[in-house]
């Protein structure tokens, strides 16, 4: 018997866009049905879709531009948006996975990955001590695993020795194993408020018109310790998520990204295809290229989409 065509909600994980403070709700106007929330309101979202058995969320932390300073302190600050968010998130849903985003580029100034150098260019190593303190803050505060999302080099290394140092040797750690320099971010820089401001990211993210570095990358992160390898975007790369399952015998996340999200609702509202029989083709095709864990803004609209 085959798999089932589509996947069950529990191997989705949820990006989600979290704020400080209480009662806050802001709708995206780039992504439909996604919000920036407080973990109030996170909490009380997350009821149906944790009794509908989804897997995972992802968090992202936004906080205002008076907090964001040239090294991005506020991202490995113990009262963050994100330290505080992840005890009121597991208490209230103790057996739901959750994951943090690690990186730096929504606590800069400048919207890099990492702390510049005199040059102006991204300094890789101070990042990665960086990175580790972001990770172990968010061990610490809770979080079941992290997702170093920086693409430094020895990013998963740094990450896994820095966890098992302060103790978390049972926190897992999702690699952005192979995340492309891709055009479909732009959704998600603007909930984030996170665009670069000066340059683009081409220098630390994965070139696609060249599979061969990308996969190498990949393989080296799971000689680094990373217990899940990611391909992101997805859609635009089936390919690798498919070469990538056959070289692994971790689990397999795909990132189906925000610009990804954006393009079907976009031309939905044009009247251009059904959406429900486009998200469902769309996600078919991404279980059947080889991922076991779907990371998708469709995850808070499983039953919408996915329902009988
Ligand atoms: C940045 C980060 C990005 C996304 C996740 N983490 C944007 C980028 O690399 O510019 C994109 C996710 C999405 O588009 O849904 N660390
Ligand atoms: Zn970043």
């Known amino acids: 018997m085959l798999g089932r065509a589509l996947p069950g909600p529990e191997k989705f994980i949820w990006p989600v866009f979290l704020r400080e ?20 309101v ?9 009794a509908d058995g989804l897997g995972g969320v992802l968090l992202f932390g936004v906080v205002d531009e008076s907090l964001k300073d040239a090294y991005g302190t506020a991202a490995y600050d113990s009262g963050g948006v994100v330290q505080q968010a992840l005890p009121i998130i597991k208490y209230a849903h103790p057996h ?13 100034d400048h919207g890099h990955c990492g702390p510049l150098d005199k ?16 990770a172990v803050s968010h061990a610490q505060a809770g979080a079941d695993g ?7 080099d020895g990013q998963v290394q740094a990450v896994r020795s820095a966890l098992d140092h302060a103790g978390a040797h049972n926190t897992l750690l999702m690699s952005y194993s192979t995340k492309f320099a891709s055009s479909m971010y732009g959704p998600f820089r603007e909930a984030e408020q996170s665009a670069p401001s000066h340059g683009d990211r081409q220098g630390y993210q994965a070139a696609y018109s060249d599979l061969n570095t990308a996969l ?22 089936l390919d690798v998520i498919q070469r990538l399952r056959e070289k692994t015998e971790l689990p397999l996340a795909a990132y189906n990204v925000s610009g990804e999200y954006a ?24 279980q059947r290229a080889g991922a076991d864990i779907i990371i998708s803004y469709w995850a808070n609209r499983y039953r919408e989409m996915f329902g009988a």
């Open 263 to 286: 393009m079907l609702i976009a031309a939905a509202e044009r009247g251009d295809g059904d959406l429900r029989a486009m998200v469902r083709e769309s996600i078919a095709a991404i």
């Open 96 to 108: 739901l996975t959750v994951f943090t985003d690690v990186c730096l580029c929504a606590y800069t």
């Open 21 to 40: 403070g209480k009662g806050i709700d802001e709708p995206l106007r780039a992504l439909p049905g996604q919000a920036r929330m407080s973990a109030d």
């Open 146 to 152: 992290v997702a170093p999302s920086a693409m430094m």
């Open 216 to 237: 190498r990358e990949s393989v080296l992160d799971e000689a680094e310790g990373a217990d899940i390898l990611m391909v992101k975007p997805a859609l635009f790369y």
């Open 119 to 134: 040059a102006g260019q991204v300094d890789n190593d101070a990042a990665l001590e960086l990175l580790q303190k972001i």
């Open 42 to 50: 996170l909490v009380k979202k997350l009821d149906p879709l944790v």
